[in-house]
């Protein structure tokens, strides 16, 4: 089975330009989260989908960050514009979504952002 | 607001020891209770979880986790360390309502030793 897949894997930038990360989920996942983790903290969720419908956006900065799953399966993760806060590890993770609270995220590699 | 407190940001240990990481929570409910973890340049993974039922959980690859609601801890044990243990280990809340809202600690960098 494969994995959560992410790309890019690394991506450098000058502050106030804008990004884009785009995430693929296990197949049939219906539950999609994106994660920041800034160095020395853990994940911090900015955002969850099941399917294509917002579950929960209250941590995403929605002044600069925008996502979307349109189709209900893969989802890109905007920044517009990037500040020198927003370097960090941007993690994807999926979940069936049949249970719940008791399921497995399965999270991807990430994405390491360095803005400049 | 749930929390989590990750005693130790880094912890070292000899190839054989005990290892001991500690987690606190915070929550006005019974939570959920998670261990991940995370090798270098890759995603987390899912080490242990406890929703209900027997308070002693185990996990993948020896690892074991107790929940004391009375010290509103979760600590991570494995009773002998081997070189691959060496790894980032996240301890995590979840409410046991709605959907699953993962809250990290800032995580506990374990360090093996020959």
């Known amino acids: 089975e494969a994995g959560v897949a992410q790309s890019p894997r690394y991506k450098i930038i000058e502050k106030r330009q804008s990004v884009a990360f785009w995430c693929n989920p296990i197949s049939g996942h219906a539950t999609l989260y994106w994660y920041q983790q800034i160095l020395g903290q853990g994940p911090k969720l900015l955002i969850q989908?099941?399917?294509?419908?917002?579950?929960?956006d209250s941590q995403l900065p929605k002044d600069r960050f925008s996502a979307e799953r349109l189709k209900g399966v893969d989802s890109t993760l905007k920044i517009q514009p990037a500040k020198l806060e927003d370097s960090a590890v941007y993690l994807c993770a999926s979940s069936t979504g049949t249970s719940r609270l008791r399921e497995t995220q399965y999270f991807g590699p990430g994405t390491r952002l360095l803005v400049l | 607001a749930q929390s989590v407190t990750q005693l130790g940001s880094h912890v070292s240990v000899s190839e054989g020891a005990l290892v001991l990481l500690r987690c606190n929570y915070s929550s006005s409910v019974p939570p959920y209770l998670f261990w991940y973890v995370q090798y270098p340049n890759q995603g987390l993974q899912l080490l242990l979880k406890?929703?209900?039922?027997?308070?002693l959980v185990k996990g993948i690859n020896g690892f074991e986790a107790e929940f004391k609601k009375s010290e509103t801890s979760f600590h991570l044990t494995k009773p002998s360390a081997h070189m691959s243990d060496a790894a980032e280990y996240f301890c995590?809340?979840?409410?046991?309502?709605?959907?699953?809202?993962?809250?990290f600690g800032t995580g506990t960098r374990l360090l093996v030793s020959p």
């Open positions: 406890y929703t209900t039922g027997a308070t």
């Open positions: 995590a809340v979840s409410p046991n309502t709605g959907f699953q809202k993962l809250v």
């Open positions: 989908f099941q399917n294509n419908g917002v579950v929960d």
